[in-house]
């Protein structure tokens, strides 16, 4: 057999494995975003802070702090490729053309990545990021992915050639029955969401070709923006809740022209200056669902859908049916993406809720695969809205039980990248779930008076 | 990434790919029976022949003769290489040091393979290898290896890059959930008999090798003679049908100072001059083991085991014991080998069965992992005789459900290849089992009527 003597001594070299390689490494939402912040927000001082949600694992002692920095650093030494901002500047998204500025991109070509202060403290990382917004709101989606996936490479040390065969032997088999869980299942479809808690790079790659080769029609694109820009896939995304964050803390410290609670209304009356049609999707559980729809302004019915991401999603969906038809509109045309946490069940059940009609008789526990859609006594093709399912951690990051000593070190963790502060004072999200909300306890006991906690509830938070 | 240029280039001029690349690529007991032909019978005419006993898949329509000629042909251009004659004479097998007479291996120095016919007939092949006994004889394995993987070969032409990863997978998944279902059941070992029947050689390289890494102390060894010298494994195995079968052809042509009856007993007297201790292993099933435990001489008790081959395993490990007992040995001492279409499960209850007490209430049915062995209400480790187990086809050629479009093109094939002819005359086995005799009828009847058939019956023929 001829040895590559090259790629051996390469090897042998082995220094460094840079997880993320391309700014486009990220959310494709990211870039929708940093041109919302760009055109009206540049220069507004925020922190991002990292937080480990699964506070019973001590991320701190598995990945080495140097490890570590040498990530992040790598990260700043990163610039827009040529290829990448002509491919940003004359790629279609969501079927238009030129939906970013010619001066974004021309911005873009200078673009570096900010500082960041890493600390230890209780087994944990301390990890900030300051700067104008603009700058530090890019470190989310790749300090996730790199702690997602130094994890992962921590959890590697023990393991020997062979359990690592086995272990991606079972990952792969584990991603094909679910892929046949969902072939075949008429308008059903969904978009990989799976970028910052990805097992790793490579994985994530892996899933989305297999997708792509195995799901046409149901698989309708990536999040990720290298992955998209290499495999001709679509990108992904439209917004999230650092936007309205951002505003209401503004308008708490009076720098914005417009009260607290009309901020999460404002957020969607800028975004529709830049953007149409299908990125006119509302993200309404920042300060809880029920509020944001019974207050809405009646021009929010035009947007395009609903993304639910914190409730009980079967609750929410109808919650937004309800509230369409509350107002007049008929929610056939509307659109119902689904993005918090879901697994292969979960997509199939709220599609049978509501991707059709189940029939008298059966209930969405009743279904389970594609079989279950053919059969005319149990569920009808007539949707009730447009559904689509943004599948996360547990489409590139489903490695439970594949361990060949059976150890749980690969069991996904809840770690988040949020908005933590602007202009010094503490940024909140309280969600539709309890357990999901982030801020400084006292401010978030103030936002809750002013919010109120209608339609709010604790749910268990897998990833 | 560097390219590996001549790879490449050395890939895009592939041409052919042989399966048997050495000569001992072979059952190990495939030598101990040439050295048994080579002292006594060497001029014997014989012919083996290919029989698929699953008659309804038609392996001649699956494989392209060409490719077929091409892959025989290669094996008659294949001589012992030095290393391999030396590793032969100087290894241990079972404990003993020059088992094989130097005259022996110079003999090996000059073999090469004699010649095939071969044709195709109803969708079937028709494949006959006539010559002396001592150059034939060694075609069964090559051939079916052969055959078996240029059908896995045939399989693969419809599956794309990512049904092939996914196939591989599943299947590795497979023998991973088997090597866990054995792992630390105390006392417990087996050996790979998988070549003749393997997927491919390369498959069979890789479930070796993960056995030795992962089941030290219980997985044993192999029979194959290739991957024992690569690995450092004991190679294993004794003898098979040929050698009664052909003393009985020769018997009935009154060529042989011997009873046809007393043929059975014969092979093994000739065997004890040349081997002894754990080679002294009895296939007892040529005739039917019920006849052949009690005609025997009493000296047979002295051998070490019994091979079950054909009978229902529980029942004939039984009938040993039973037999060893009333002719007043103690079964501790003795070994029971299993070898006949065996999976995890078969083992599992096997084990129970033999290789300790189960204890009242419970039965065989009731064992199906390591941690029914660990209770000493249902199980004590006070082994009733020594067991063990060739594990064959259901180890190396597991495919079932691995196919992505779930087509059933791997389920396993029963392939044999059997001395036909002796002098021209036809040669029998009739076996425990009905349904696995081989022969013309005519002559299968004179043996039935000879031997009789007590103790036969007809089980199923998965391998």
């Not at 940093?34 to 802070?49: A, C, E, G």
């Not at 790598?74 to 290829?83: C, G, P």
């Amino acid at each position: 057999m001829l040895i590559n003597h090259a790629k051996r001594a390469d090897d042998a070299n082995y220094k460094f494995d840079a997880i993320i390689r391309s700014l486009l490494d990220t959310d494709f939402y990211k870039f929708l975003m940093l041109q919302f912040i760009w055109k009206d927000f540049k220069d507004v001082p925020v922190t991002f802070s990292f937080i480990n949600r699964t506070s019973s694992i001590k991320i701190g002692t598995m990945i080495d702090e140097e490890i570590l920095r040498k990530q992040l650093d790598h990260v700043r030494s990163l610039r827009f490729t040529e290829s990448e901002l002509i491919w940003l500047a004359g790629n279609k998204f969501y079927g238009y053309r030129d939906i970013f500025a010619p001066e974004f991109i021309e911005w873009l070509r200078f673009f570096e990545m900010p500082p960041y202060e890493l600390e230890h403290q209780d087994g944990q990382w301390v990890l900030h990021f300051s700067g104008d917004w603009v700058h530090t709101s890019m470190w989310e989606i790749y300090a996730l992915s790199i702690i997602n996936e130094l994890r992962t490479r921590a959890a590697f040390q023990n393991m020997n050639e062979f359990e690592l065969d086995i272990f991606y032997a079972r990952a792969k088999s584990k991603l094909w029955d679910k892929i046949d869980r969902l072939r075949g299942i008429r308008g059903l479809n969904f978009t990989d969401f799976g970028t910052r808690r990805r097992h790793s790079f490579l994985w994530q790659d892996y899933v989305v070709q297999a997708l792509k080769a195995q799901l046409p029609g149901i698989f309708m694109g990536t999040s990720n923006v290298l992955l998209a820009m290499r495999h001709d896939l679509e990108a992904k995304g439209t917004n999230a809740h650092e936007l309205p964050m951002v505003l209401a803390a503004l308008s708490r410290l009076n720098m914005m022209p417009c009260d607290l609670k009309e901020t999460q209304y404002e957020v969607l009356r800028i975004w529709q200056k830049s953007y149409g049609g299908a990125l006119l999707m509302m993200l309404s559980d920042t300060w809880g669902t029920t509020q944001f729809l019974r207050d809405a302004p009646d021009w929010a019915t035009d947007w395009t859908g609903l993304r639910v991401d914190s409730k009980d999603p079967a609750t929410a969906g109808e919650e937004y049916i309800t509230w369409l038809q509350s107002r007049g509109r008929d929610p056939k045309g509307k659109l119902l993406l689904f993005s918090d946490g879901l697994d292969v069940d979960d997509i199939i059940r709220l599609y049978a809720q509501f991707g059709g009609e189940i029939q008298p008789g059966f209930s969405p526990q009743d279904f389970t695969g594609p079989e279950d859609f053919l059969n005319p006594k149990k569920w009808l093709h007539k949707p009730r809205i447009r559904v689509s399912f943004g599948w996360g951690t547990l489409l590139t990051n489903d490695f439970r039980d594949c361990h060949p000593r059976k150890l749980q070190a690969f069991e996904p963790l809840s770690l988040i990248c949020k908005v933590s502060e602007v202009c010094g004072h503490p940024a909140v999200k309280l969600s539709d779930n309890y357990l999901k909300a982030t801020g400084s306890q006292e401010e978030i006991e103030f936002y809750r008076m002013l919010f109120g906690t209608d339609g709010m509830s604790n749910l268990p938070v897998l990833v």
